[in-house]
């Protein structure tokens, strides 16, 4: 009898790239000053051969912005990307290169967009490719060991950055210029990435039961962010009363809270069926309900543990399909 030779087929994982500092050049390796989003695709996997140990790779150009351009039509295209991708089965998990400083945002959407269970998993670098020390290079090669490793389904959309995997809803970049920027405040990271491969430790139980099919949405209710801080005057919440804005999130001082003036402007807006969703600027925590406020007569909702930013995009998504506020209110308590 003949030994059959044992050979283990790689897991194919497609790399959609969209630009960021990953795709930095800069003119030298000592200077802080980058172009984002300036490497293809082709030349961003060409840097780090390792990955094809890992993987079967293809690569794809969705985008070459730095992520501060990020918007809801390249959201969109990415969703209906993946959504198509394993749909018609063509990859086993994917990995997308993005810009640290909306991946936040980015994570979200997808992790509440993304229908299937399969590994998603967003990556960046906080130098450019050009920097000494760049981290871009091993940040690429462990995004593609966690989309590689079986344990990695089933958890959501997540990023990896610095060694470290977080799940796509919590995650949030705390640091302007370090590369140890992500960190999710309220859990911490659900995974650490060392010596080629990943250890989970930690589940989020709060994974979305529901997901928003966008896979025909072309475009999203408008919600904009108003800041909350001492003596706000009224004029920014006022300036939306007559707007096609659909929704506000309140990022409030503390536990949501706002000062009587901008609390009059927010109570009109919610009159006029804006939905007003407060969240709050501490970085931390939850905003819960009928604290000081009460939510119930001024018809506002609460983000939870949803930092403004996030809240944007759950009720961007839930104004998609609803104005119910106790609809929306119980799409924030779910996710
Ligand atoms: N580190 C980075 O990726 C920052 C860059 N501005 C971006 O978000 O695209």
């Known amino acids: 009898q003949t030994k059959k030779k044992m050979t283990k087929t790689l897991?194919?994982?497609?790399?959609?790239?969209?630009?960021?500092?990953?795709?930095?050049?800069?003119?030298?390796?000592?200077?802080?000053?980058y172009t984002a989003g300036k490497l293809s695709i082709d030349i961003l996997l060409s840097a780090v051969p390792q990955i094809h140990d890992k993987a079967q790779i293809k690569g794809e150009q969705i985008a070459k912005i730095g992520s501060q351009d990020m918007s809801v039509e390249v959201w969109l295209?990415?969703?209906?990307?993946?959504?198509?991708?394993?749909?018609?089965?063509?990859a086993d998990a994917i990995v997308i290169t993005h810009g640290t400083d909306t991946m936040e945002e980015t994570a979200t959407f997808l992790d509440l967009t993304a229908l299937s269970d399969k590994p998603v998993v967003l990556v960046g670098a906080m130098r450019a490719s050009t920097a000494m020390s760049q981290d871009g290079n091993k940040n690429l090669l462990d995004a593609v060991i966690v989309a590689a490793d079986p344990n990695?389904?089933?958890k959501g959309v997540v990023v990896a950055m610095n060694e470290l995997v977080f799940d796509g809803r919590d995650v949030t970049k705390t640091i302007t210029t370090s590369t140890s920027t992500f960190d999710s405040r309220n859990f911490g990271p659900i995974g650490l990435i060392y010596d080629g491969k990943v250890n989970y430790y930690y589940q989020s139980l709060r994974n979305p039961v529901k997901k928003?099919?966008?896979?025909?949405?072309?475009?999203?209710?408008?919600?904009?962010?108003?800041?909350?801080?001492?003596?706000?005057?009224p004029v920014t919440v006022d300036a939306l009363l007559n707007t096609n804005v659909k929704g506000i999130v309140y990022a409030g001082m503390g536990n949501g809270n706002f000062n009587a003036a901008v609390g009059n402007s927010l109570e009109k807006a919610s009159k006029k069926g804006i939905i007003v969703c407060r969240s709050n600027r501490t970085g931390s925590g939850r905003t819960t309900l009928f604290n000081e406020v009460d939510d119930a007569a001024l018809g506002f909702v609460v983000g939870d543990d949803l930092n403004p930013q996030k809240a944007r995009i759950l009720l961007m998504l839930s104004l998609m399909e609803?104005?119910?506020?106790?609809?929306?209110?119980?799409?924030?308590?779910?996710y």
């Open 77 to 90: 295209k990415l969703s209906k990307r993946i959504n198509e991708i394993f749909e018609e089965d063509s």
């Open 322 to 334: 609803t104005s119910d506020r106790a609809k929306i209110q119980t799409n924030f308590f779910d």
């Open 212 to 233: 928003f099919d966008v896979t025909k949405a072309t475009s999203l209710p408008q919600v904009e962010i108003i800041y909350g801080y001492a003596d706000a005057s």
């Open 11 to 33: 897991p194919r994982v497609t790399i959609l790239a969209t630009g960021g500092t990953i795709a930095g050049a800069g003119e030298s390796a000592t200077k802080a000053a």
């Open 152 to 154: 990695s389904q089933g």
